[in-house]
């Protein structure tokens, strides 16, 4: 009998928050600046900020967010009904369905590490990509 994996922490990832203040930097030279670049700006500084304080602990039977050092909310395995990333590359949305709710998340932490603890702690219930032309042939 093997024992549990040991809690996870996942790292941060500053690169979707400073994407973000890149692209409102980009938008400076826009006729109607300053305020699209203080919009997309404020909301990268928003995203670094929370990249920064927030951080994904993967227990033995629970997903748990922290902010600081102050749990805020815990969302148990067993009622999970699937999980998906779109465009980790990015990085992009961490999306997971449990039996009462739905919920999406910025990826603001090493989507590697993110999808291998999933595997490892939910297994395989990632929701396949919509393949419609592949069902009708």
Known sequence: MSSPPAPVTLEPDMRLPLLVVALGLALLPLPLSPWPTLVVALFGLFLLIQS??????????????????????????????????????????????????????????????????????????????DNTNASQQ
């Not at 629970?62 to 699937?82: G, I, K």
């Not at 997971?96 to 989507?111: K, N, V």
């Open 52 to 129: 920064a304080s927030l951080r994904l602990e993967f227990k033995e039977d629970a997903l748990v967010v922290w902010q600081n050092s102050r749990e805020l909310r815990r969302f148990p395995y067993d009622q999970w009904l699937s999980w998906r990333l779109f465009a980790p590359w990015l990085p992009g949305l961490f999306y997971f369905r449990e039996t009462q709710s739905i919920h999406f998340l910025p990826i603001l932490f090493s989507s590697k590490e993110l999808r291998e603890q999933l595997e490892l702690r939910v297994g395989k219930l990632e929701v396949p990509k």
